[in-house]
């Protein structure tokens, strides 16, 4: 266990429909970020939340958004999904500088 | 062309062989190096963490940054069959207590045969 939290495990939803991604991160972590992982684009950097004020962006798409709680906790929406939506989507935790990145075990997403 | 290099293989080595896995970048910035092991369907698992140029070693595995060269590698001694997986290489630009984003290679498909 890595300490990062990510539900649901599996997802499987039709064109069109909107989900949310979920992510806890490791206790004290401030910073999370979501990645994409898809077997032609490998792990593909979308968004950055720190201490609850997005931080960075990636290629995200408009359809994707994404927040973080007071209580640190993440949360993922996507929205109209498309089939080349399905992927594995990890979200990942780091403290201050030098500790390293901390990713959970992903949702793995088939849009059909 | 990607930022960052890293051919995919799969690379197949003997039992208890030194394998070495290697990532080419452009991006001068980039000051942090990672790599990563990722079973599959798995979440990558940190391995090693290096900043700058240098060496670093933990117990089999060694990781070198050679900035001049924008080259990194990471080796692997006495290889076991448990270390079969891709492996990831990973580099961030200049930290502040934020972090910063990781861009990743493709990753290396490694398979150590018993």
């Not at chain 1, 500088?97 to 059909?112: A, E, K, N, P, Q």
């Not at chain 2, 080796?75 to 580099?91: E, K, N, V």
């Amino acid at each position: 266990d890595s300490g990062v939290t990510q539900t649901p495990k599996h997802l499987i939803t039709a064109t069109g429909q909107r989900v949310t991604l979920r992510c806890s991160p490791r206790s004290g972590d401030l910073s999370v970020y979501w990645y994409q992982q898809s077997l032609d684009q490998g792990l593909q950097f979308l968004i950055q939340y720190y201490n609850g004020e997005e931080r960075a962006k990636g290629n995200i798409l408009e359809r994707f958004s994404a927040q973080q709680f007071p209580d640190l906790h993440s949360e993922l929406n996507l929205s109209s999904l498309e089939l080349g939506d399905s992927a594995l989507y990890f979200c990942a935790s780091s403290a201050r500088t030098g500790s390293g990145y901390t990713f959970g075990s992903g949702t793995r997403l088939t849009v059909v | 062309q990607k930022e960052v290099e890293q051919d995919p293989g799969p690379l197949s080595v003997p039992e208890g062989a030194i394998v070495s896995l290697n990532c080419t970048y452009s991006n001068s910035a980039f000051q942090y190096f990672m790599w990563y092991r990722q079973y599959s369907r798995k979440g990558p698992e940190l391995l090693m963490y290096t900043y700058s140029s240098g060496n670093k070693e933990d117990g089999r595995f060694t990781a070198q940054v050679d900035k001049s060269s924008k080259y990194i590698s990471l080796f692997i001694r006495d290889s076991q069959p448990s270390d079969s997986a891709t492996y990831l290489c990973a580099m961030s630009e200049p930290q502040d207590n934020a972090g910063n984003m990781l861009t990743f290679g493709g990753g290396t498909r490694l398979m150590v045969k018993p």
